[in-house]
């Protein structure tokens, strides 16, 4: 009966006293393997003295939960520039004529600006306007939308790069191959920030984590270590003592594009019950993959997608993301290839992935131990004598295609990290006949079965 009435005052949630709330890091649903660089809810309500249990979805991508008054600004203004760029994202897939802002283009300010104006659905013009409007009271370098100034549309986004970088914020990671100790392990400060050197930790003191109260001046979980396919889970208790207010929180892996705000109320305040709070959190994140989904299927159905103007025909080795959000299928599709020994197998390569056989056991893609976390060298690498994969051209911005030769058909064998914008053509041979499974080395749910005759 005891544990009984403990579980019900915990889903209730309305008490202010020892309840759980959850927050939902990445997300894939049980059909398809995908990767959300997100968290859900977005914004979550609670009290002091609760719980809030940040749940990660293991697919392979590491994540942090990291805030604190140093950051928690900077990263509330970010949420306002990806307000405009998912609201125009959306518009833009619904209005063919409005101005592409991820390439070049010879359209003025102004052009750009009528374009939005007349997008539809008007209502949602009308909000990425006023989101504009919000912003520039922020940043008054960033033109007038109602009175624009007649310059090139590129100029005007080459400043709302700048202005939306977030560069002061800490990243945990960087060029795919370092980790930055500073922040990908566990931090948590009254005042001041972590070591400006990257390959300085804060001390075990400073990694020992108290309840958050608002006031820390840097609360950083660092990066969530693999434990096991069914994720891991990082505890943060809400300190009786935190002063209700808005709190944001980012994963400083992915930036701040995957972030949380955390709205802490009073203590005698009406909040949703902690189970309410959940299946809404599953909502979203359901309805942030449902177009990867329909993508997947179409794919596996068909064969074939759309790709930012691109006709694609698989094989495929990832899909891409519906563009607001970032988010990808990890998959191989199909999953079983059927090919003659010697004959080329193209995958078009999505994302960042390897093509990898005859693997050895799953490889987190980060190693920790008691000193630091290092990336993996196997998973990244190549291996079993692949060529690597140039680096692509920063200015070209079309398909990429790599020629990889012929795999033996033994022993380990890897492309290493690999991936282009928008995509990358990548051909392997193989020289015997046989069944042959591969995967991806990062992301453990992507595989797949090459039947070679």
């Given at each position: 009966?005891v544990?009984?009435?403990?579980?019900?005052?915990?889903?209730?949630?309305?008490?202010?006293?020892?309840?759980?709330?959850?927050?939902?890091?990445?997300?894939?649903?049980?059909?398809?393997?995908?990767?959300?660089?997100?968290?859900?809810?977005?914004?979550?309500?609670?009290?002091?003295?609760?719980?809030?249990?940040?749940?990660?979805?293991?697919?392979?991508?590491?994540?942090?939960?990291?805030?604190g008054?140093?950051?928690?600004?900077?990263?509330?203004?970010?949420?306002?520039?990806?307000?405009?760029?998912?609201?125009?994202?959306?518009?833009?897939?619904?209005?063919?004529?409005?101005?592409?802002?991820?390439?070049?283009?010879d359209?003025t300010?102004?052009?750009?600006?009528?374009?939005?104006?007349?997008?539809?659905?008007?209502?949602?013009?009308?909000?990425?306007?006023?989101?504009?409007?919000?912003?520039?009271?922020?940043?008054?370098?960033?033109?007038?939308?109602?009175?624009?100034?007649?310059?090139?549309?590129?100029?005007?986004?080459?400043?709302i790069?700048?202005?939306?970088?977030?560069?002061?914020?800490?990243?945990?990671?960087?060029?795919?191959?370092?980790?930055?100790?500073?922040?990908?392990?566990?931090?948590?400060?009254?005042?001041?920030?972590?070591?400006?050197?990257?390959?300085?930790?804060?001390?075990?003191?400073?990694?020992?984590?108290?309840?958050f109260?608002?006031?820390?001046?840097?609360?950083?979980?660092?990066?969530?270590?693999?434990?096991?396919?069914?994720?891991?889970?990082?505890?943060?208790?809400?300190?009786?003592?935190?002063?209700?207010?808005?709190?944001?929180?980012?994963?400083?892996?992915?930036?701040?594009?995957?972030?949380?705000?955390?709205?802490v109320?009073?203590?005698t305040?009406?909040?949703?019950?902690?189970?309410?709070?959940?299946?809404?959190?599953?909502?979203?994140?359901?309805?942030?993959?449902?177009?990867?989904?329909?993508?997947?299927?179409?794919?596996?159905?068909?064969?074939?997608?759309?790709?930012?103007?691109?006709?694609?025909?698989?094989?495929?080795?990832?899909l891409?993301?519906?563009?607001?959000?970032?988010?990808?299928?990890?998959?191989?599709?199909?999953?079983?290839i059927?090919?003659?020994?010697?004959?080329?197998?193209?995958?078009?390569?999505?994302?960042?992935?390897?093509?990898?056989?005859?693997?050895?056991?799953?490889?987190?893609?980060?190693?920790?131990?008691?000193?630091?976390?290092?990336?993996?060298?196997?998973?990244?690498?190549?291996?079993?004598?692949?060529?690597?994969?140039?680096?692509?051209?920063?200015?070209?911005?079309?398909?990429?295609?790599f020629?990889?030769g012929?795999?033996?058909?033994?022993?380990?064998?890897?492309?290493?990290?690999?991936?282009?914008?928008?995509?990358?053509?990548?051909?392997?041979?193989?020289?015997?006949?046989?069944?042959?499974?591969?995967?991806?080395?990062?992301?453990?749910?992507?595989?797949?079965?090459?039947?070679?005759?």
């Amino acid at each position: 009966m005891v544990a009984m009435l403990a579980t019900a005052f915990t889903a209730c949630g309305t008490s202010g006293g020892g309840g759980e709330r959850q927050v939902l890091v990445d997300y894939s649903p049980d059909d398809v393997a995908t990767f959300v660089a997100a968290d859900f809810p977005s914004k979550v309500t609670v009290k002091p003295g609760e719980t809030l249990v940040f749940k990660q979805t293991w697919t392979g991508e590491p994540h942090t939960v990291t805030g604190g008054t140093t950051t928690s600004k900077s990263v509330r203004q970010i949420s306002k520039w990806f307000t405009l760029f998912n609201g125009y994202t959306d518009l833009a897939q619904r209005n063919d004529e409005m101005v592409n802002p991820d390439g070049p283009s010879d359209a003025t300010f102004p052009e750009f600006a009528a374009k939005l104006k007349a997008a539809k659905p008007a209502k949602d013009a009308e909000k990425v306007v006023a989101t504009w409007r919000a912003l520039r009271a922020d940043y008054p370098e960033l033109p007038d939308i109602d009175n624009p100034p007649d310059v090139p549309f590129n100029d005007v986004n080459d400043l709302i790069d700048r202005l939306s970088s977030g560069g002061d914020l800490l990243e945990a990671t960087s060029d795919q191959s370092t980790v930055n100790q500073n922040v990908a392990q566990p931090c948590y400060l009254r005042s001041g920030a972590p070591p400006t050197d990257p390959t300085q930790a804060c001390t075990s003191a400073q990694q020992r984590q108290p309840a958050f109260d608002g006031t820390q001046s840097f609360y950083n979980s660092g990066v969530l270590p693999y434990s096991g396919p069914r994720g891991n889970t990082f505890r943060m208790p809400i300190a009786k003592t935190a002063k209700p207010g808005a709190y944001f929180f980012y994963c400083a892996v992915h930036g701040p594009g995957q972030q949380v705000e955390v709205d802490v109320v009073k203590p005698t305040a009406k909040i949703a019950s902690s189970s309410a709070q959940a299946r809404d959190a599953r909502k979203a994140a359901e309805s942030a993959v449902a177009p990867l989904v329909r993508t997947f299927r179409d794919a596996r159905d068909d064969g074939k997608i759309s790709f930012e103007g691109h006709k694609l025909t698989g094989p495929f080795a990832g899909l891409p993301s519906d563009g607001s959000i970032h988010a990808t299928v990890n998959e191989f599709i199909p999953r079983r290839i059927e090919a003659k020994a010697g004959d080329p197998i193209t995958w078009k390569v999505v994302g960042n992935h390897t093509i990898s056989f005859d693997v050895p056991a799953y490889l987190p893609i980060l190693r920790f131990s008691p000193k630091e976390i290092t990336y993996n060298p196997k998973v990244h690498g190549i291996a079993g004598g692949a060529p690597e994969v140039p680096p692509q051209d920063e200015n070209d911005h079309g398909p990429q295609k790599f020629d990889a030769g012929t795999y033996d058909g033994t022993g380990f064998w890897s492309s290493g990290l690999m991936g282009a914008d928008p995509y990358l053509e990548y051909t392997v041979r193989i020289a015997k006949p046989g069944t042959y499974a591969y995967a991806c080395l990062v992301h453990p749910k992507m595989i797949g079965q090459i039947v070679v005759r």
